[in-house]
């Protein structure tokens, strides 16, 4: 199946910094790409999707200026959690479709604010 | 969106066959049967999806009740491997719908 890939695999940062996810689709181009956040013992839950060059669509309570997407490419998709805080901790997945289908995921990103 | 129901956990003793059952009593005629798992740690992975028939591929096969209301995830022998959470999610047939999960089975291995 095909690849993607997340960057970085894992970060700790301060609370009220700034972070980004980076989110590569490696063998295919991918026109939609999605957001999940994962919490221990929990399920994944839809954040946002993306579409190549237009503005995402953030699912009902995600709040749209913190969660920051942005697809300018049809292999890249990036997410940057702004000013984030101790409960934004969380495992953030990523994934991209090539064809209806066929939806492939990243391996996540373990965020840990401290 | 049309809601499947999976028991919370199950276990398996490693090399006897798995059953992970998946109840959609309201899926649509249009609806695939997709099933993900996702091991520990790791995003999820692809397992197998079908529509009316069974299906069959190296990771697993598909079981689909005659009136679809139903699907059984058949794992021939399972290894400590296969220790996931096992998704069962319905899309429609064309695929457009974005991937929502719901709980689960947590599928135990044990030696």
């Known amino acids: 199946g095909a690849v993607v890939s997340q960057h970085p695999s894992r970060v700790i940062c301060k609370s009220g910094t700034s972070v980004k996810i980076e989110c590569r689709s490696l063998?295919?181009?991918?026109?939609?790409m999605f957001w999940y956040r994962q919490f221990p013992k929990k399920s994944l839950m839809l954040m946002a999707t993306s579409n190549e060059g237009s503005k995402a669509t953030y699912e009902q309570g995600v709040e749209k200026d913190k969660f920051l997407i942005n697809h300018a490419s049809l292999t890249l998709s990036t997410l940057t959690v702004t000013s984030a805080h101790p409960e934004d901790s969380s495992f953030y997945i990523c994934?991209?479709?090539?064809?209806?289908?066929?939806?492939?995921f990243g391996p996540g990103t373990r965020l840990t604010v401290l | 969106d049309a809601k499947t129901t999976q028991p919370n956990s199950m276990e398996s003793n490693e090399e006897e066959p798995v059953h992970l059952p998946c109840n959609h009593s309201?899926?649509?005629?249009?609806?695939?049967i997709h099933w993900y798992r996702q091991l520990p740690s790791q995003g999820p992975e692809y397992v197998i999806h079908?529509?009316?028939s069974n299906v069959n591929n190296r990771m697993a096969s598909l079981a689909i009740a005659e009136d679809r209301k139903s699907s059984t995830l058949i794992l021939h022998r399972a290894t400590l491997r296969d220790a996931a959470v096992y998704y069962c999610i319905l899309r429609d047939f064309e695929g457009y719908q974005k991937v929502t999960f719901g709980t689960g089975t947590k599928l135990q291995v044990i030696p």
């Open positions: 309201t899926i649509s005629g249009t609806d695939y």
């Open positions: 079908g529509l009316t």
């Open positions: 063998d295919f181009q991918a026109t939609t």
């Open positions: 994934s991209a479709r090539d064809n209806p289908n066929e939806q492939f």
